[in-house]
């Protein structure tokens, strides 16, 4: 179908603002007689407080109120406190002063007399599984989404079981399994068996967590940086303590989340506590880089082991996948049932057992980050497949084509039920991708030499969720003609919440210049929407803000007929306008509808409003009733799928084996994303997700020296993400599949995530490649383990430790 | 918390201004680029009472021409004025090639350097705040049977296992260049093998820079100008990213056989390591796979690994080797 917006390039409006440094992020926050906060974190990996003493503090000029763990509410279970008297990683934020200027609150915290108790800690999740070993936690050391708190330590049995190297597998508080796995692993004709180590990984947000806050009026007006507008609305009013009616929230920008700002987190909420304590005096609480790494999450790394059985032409037909998740101090997120899910849809097993363990460490706690367990099993398990294709003597393209879901994904299956996908094209990707590559032709180079430099080539494959239902749409048309459309998702950079509200211009036929986008706070009127993470977006709002406009096109329509007789039915939409389908001269503007509508009022204005829509969407659309035509409804339209984004990726390098020196030469993303609603957008996301993907598999340190349980690569320049230098200029393409998704109205579904995990595995695969197959069983892969490998040495890592690379 | 202490702040117009700041304060800190000093402020791990910023003086920035057929290279002159400088790529390809290395393009953009020879190790367990010996305690946090030590030391571990983060340095000292200080009212010049010290030393201060003392510059003797040159830095990015290991060389050939080498290794001890052993193996030999393989036995030797550095020892042999390797070219 030819649209008129969809699958054009567009300037997204926040753009020009990012670029000339116009954008006002949280820390850009300004008032008369603002006061500055800063927080004082633990210097203990695990300790009790013993005692405060802010008397010090108190005398430093300019210093007006200190905020202490009694003062905030604190968390059930294992959750995360804004400030704690326990507190449970280094640098988790225990007492918040408040001061005349930045400078006055640093001296504070520099006064400040706090005394704590060490408590035993633990920073490998294996060591916390031990017999003898600690709990990061008073209350047990494993838990997880669907686990209840608890402690489980493996018996000394267990651990001998497994000698040295592999993953020791005890007992599992999740496991499940669906076929017959152990009669698949007998008709196999190779299995491949291994253990490995994933590393967690920063976040490294540009904008740190900052956020400001002011009392008026009974209100709390909150600056925050977040990913999600409306979605992180209900948890940071909870972490203040007061209804979602009386927050004021303003997220206009957000200077990258990648899943650790999906939704509201304590530090935002401190701010707000502290203007409480000064009669609602403006607060600005600025978090510095180290402390963003000390409280801004990490991806949760894992400790496993795989056993994979594949039949003579490559087909998996048996895989059992063992898991051990470190969670860091809290919850975390369950990337370990990622994990299977993404075992699960990429490869198709025709059997499988899985049995995961998630457990806390006394380390950054961990939350979603892109791809979370879905891009580590893309690292963790496709090198795997190298390996089983090397030793069945196929090619490494085909033993992915064999496996991945395709042509529509009618028969595909998706995690532990096996239940369907709303659409699969990964193996029409994959194939899309070897032709565009060249992947036979240049594949012959492998581990050719020029000198120290050999070449190698990796595919690889990812995938994650990438769609939900059941929220809320919100359009309004004003008396001036102007389309309004209210979008809550939220702004992370991703420009999807501009490229999804076009799906409401192009039902209603608008040009895009008579379009607002309304987003970026409470005083925007925002509908009740999902956040934007998950690469959940391009489905979910392109659903809701279909839902809105076809609302408004039928009161359009409504109105026409209302206005110039006949039935709607008689009515179409034509240049803005809403004409008889049969004569055309016949109509009404939509500026002259809109008028009409506030004279109609009730449905037309939003005086009257569905009664199945979210709160958040109901005060949304009263507070505009009168003012123009409103589209509202809530997005019931069918979903029985689980909704699939999934790529491939193609990488070629040069390894020098005597400096571990990679050069990334080229790479090739195919996205199977549905219908391309912004091209351009897409190849911003696919070629930064490359990047990113990069420093996840080569070079991002998170590291804990186990004697002090401190974090070790508190800087940018010490956590080594990958920076637009380090990969070819014009190296990084892209591609999409461009089929529709069967359960959008336009067809489109998600992509963010997964073109992180299969660029980043394709780097792994390549590395391997370049080195005969060598396989590190460690993500990263970095320049030590490239050398020791090259060399013949031993690796540096004690096997399966975590947190050293 | 990224907030720095209160601090006099002078910024003086000459030297002898300078001077005079410093005797008036003693505990001052000298100041230019600022790419290490900030760092040290905003974490209020280092918190002088008073800086003296000379990124103002004239007479310290800028480089010219030596009678020699050297150079002179101002203290405060960026590190990206010493990459682009024409005269530095044509007499010293391996000193532009090395400042064009460190960190990255906007660093190098104010990083000078003086500040890049003068600045302080990297360890993280010092910069972190530790109270090691280096930074007046009585231990070194780095040297434990746990301790993550992938960019420490290999050689003269004293009671501090940090290691020189300079790029240039390595360049400097294999050039034979010499470091010009005002100390009082003399100008002390110092060869760049011998500004930096080890713990052994003073465990405090990574140079023989005193209190007082200002860095005025940097006299690259002509004696290597125009020699063939090497310098090549293994990091695991391409920007922004200390050497795990670097090498410089500067070497003359003649009639195939390498008449005179000078290699400095950095990234492998406390101080730039010169690597006698290669330069005295290599001098007379015509460069080629043999050499090369005896230039890896003998480029390591005495290495002693800590904790997850022990990669370092082929990559210092290699990189040793690819320096003799582009002779044969």
Known sequence: ?805 | MDVMHNFELYQPGSVADAQAVLKDNPDAWIIAGGKDSLDWFKDRVKQPPALVDISGIAELHGITAQEDGGLWIGATTTLTEVAEDAAVREKFPMLAKAAGLVASPQIRNLATLGGNVAQDTRCVYYRDGFPCYRAGGNTCYANTPTAMNREHTMYEASRCVAVTPSDTAPALVALEAVMVIQRGSRQVEVPASEFFIGPEIDITRMTVLERGDILLGVKVPGKWAGSRQYFEKAADRNVWDFALVNVAMAARTEGGKITAASMVCGGVQCTPRRMSDVESLIVGEAPGAELEGLVKRVAARGARPLNFNHFKVPLMQNLAARAVRSLAV
């Open chain 1, 1 to 805: 179908m030819a649209y008129k917006l969809i699958g054009k390039n567009f300037t997204p409006p926040d753009i020009e603002a990012k670029v000339t440094g116009a954008a006002r992020f949280a820390e850009d926050f300004r008032a008369d007689g603002m006061a500055h906060v800063k927080i004082w974190g633990s210097k203990m990996p695990n300790g009790r407080v013993t005692r405060i003493d802010t008397s010090a503090a108190e005398r430093v000029p300019g210093f007006l109120a200190a905020l202490v763990p009694d003062d905030v509410k604190q968390p059930d279970g294992a959750g995360q406190a804004i400030l704690s008297s326990q507190p449970r990683y280094f640098g988790e934020p225990v007492v918040a002063v408040a001061a005349e200027t930045e400078q006055a609150a640093a001296d504070a915290i520099a006064a400040l007399v706090v005394e704590m108790e060490l408590l035993p800690f633990v920073v490998d999740p294996l060591e916390s599984l031990k017999p003898d070993g600690p709990n990061a936690f008073s209350g047990g050391n494993v838990v997880g989404s669907g686990i209840d708190l608890q402690t489980v330590k493996w018996s000394g049995r267990d651990f001998a079981l497994a000698g040295e190297g592999e993953l020791p597998r005890g007992n599992a508080p999740l496991e499940w399994s669906f076929g017959d796995v152990e009669a698949g692993f007998a008709a196999a004709k190779v299995i491949v068996e291994e253990s490995f180590v994933h590393a967690s990984n920063s976040h490294h947000a540009m904008e740190p967590r900052s956020a400001a806050a002011y009392w008026e009026g009974g209100k709390c007006h909150v600056w925050g940086s977040t990913q999600s507008t409306a979605f992180a609305q209900p948890g940071l009013a909870n972490l203040i303590g007061i209804p979602l009616s009386d927050l004021v929230f303003v997220a206009e920008y957000c200077g990258g989340g990648f899943g650790g700002k999906a939704g509201a987190y304590p530090l935002m909420a401190l701010p707000a506590l502290m203007s409480k304590k000064l009669g609602g005096r403006p607060c600005l609480l600025r978090v510095s880089r180290k402390e963003e790494y000390d409280n801004g999450y990490a991806r949760g790394g894992f400790q496993g082991w795989a056993k994979l059985g594949f039949r003579e032409d490559g087909r998996l037909i048996a895989a059992d996948v063992f898991v051990v998740q470190d969670l860091g101090t809290t919850q975390g997120f369950p990337d370990f049932n990622n994990v299977a899910n993404a075992t699960s849809i990429v490869f198709q097993p025709e059997s499988m057992r899985f049995r995961a363990v998630p457990v806390m460490t006394n380390t950054v706690p961990k939350g979603a980050q892109r791809g979370p367990g879905e891009n580590q099993t893309a690292n963790m398990i496709e090198p795997l497949f190298d390996k089983a294709a090397a030793e069945l003597g196929i090619d490494r393209v085909a033993i992915r084509v064999i496996n991945a879901p395709g042509g529509g994904g009618k028969d595909a299956k998706f995690g532990k039920a096996q239940g369907p996908v709303s659409s699969a094209y990964l193996r029409d990707a994959i194939e899309k991708g070897a032709e565009q590559f060249r992947w036979s032709e240049r594949v012959a180079a492998s581990r050719s030499r020029d000198g120290s430099r050999v070449r190698g080539y990796g595919v690889a494959s990812a995938f994650h969720t990438a769609g939900s239902n059941g929220f809320d749409g919100l359009v309004r048309i004003t008396p001036d003609g102007i389309l309004h459309v209210h979008t809550g998702v939220g702004n992370l950079g991703t420009y999807s919440y501009a490229s999804t509200s076009r799906i409401a211009a192009e039902v209603l036929g608008y040009d895009w210049s008579r379009v607002v986008l309304e987003y970026g706070g409470t005083a925007r009127h925002l509908p009740w929407n999902l956040g934007q993470f998950g690469s959940n977006t391009n489905f979910t709002m392109t659903r809701t803000n279909w839902v809105a406009a076809m609302d408004a096109k039928a009161k359009l329509q409504e109105i026409a007929a209302a206005v110039l007789g006949g039935t709607p039915e008689d009515y179409e939409l034509r240049d803005e306008r809403v004409v008889a389908t049969a004569d055309a001269s016949k109509g009404i503007s939509f500026a002259e509808a809109a008028q009409k509508a506030i004279e109609m009022g009730g449905k037309y204005s939003g005086q009257q409003l569905p009664e199945d829509i979210n709160p958040m969407t109901i005060a949304s659309a009263t507070a505009m009733a009168g003012s123009g035509l409103i589209g509202v409804a809530k997005d019931t339209l069918p979903k029985v799928g689980t909704v699939p984004a999934l790529s491939a990726s193609f990488v070629e390098v040069d390894v020098d084996v005597e400096t571990g020196k990679v050069d990334i030469r080229e790479c090739l993303t195919v996205a199977d994303c549905g219908t391309v609603i912004h091209p351009m957008g897409l190849a911003a996301q696919v070629r930064s997700a490359a990047v990113m993907g990069f420093g996840l598999a080569h070079t991002e340190r998170h590291i804990y020296d186990p004697a002090y349980g401190r974090p070790n690569a508190r800087a940018l320049y010490l956590s080594k993400p990958y920076s637009i230098l380090d990969v070819p200029a014009d190296g990084l393409h892209w591609a999409a599949v461009d089929q529709p998704d069967f359960e959008n109205p336009m067809g489109m579904k998600g992509i963010g995530e997964p073109i992180q995990g299969s660029a980043s595995a394709a780097l792994i695969c390549a590395i391997s490649d370049a080195l005969g197959g060598h396989l590190f069983n460690r993500v990263p892969v970095v320049t030590d383990m490239i050398i020791n490998a090259a060399e013949g040495m031993p690796q540096s890592h004690k096997p399966l430790a975590t947190n050293t690379v």
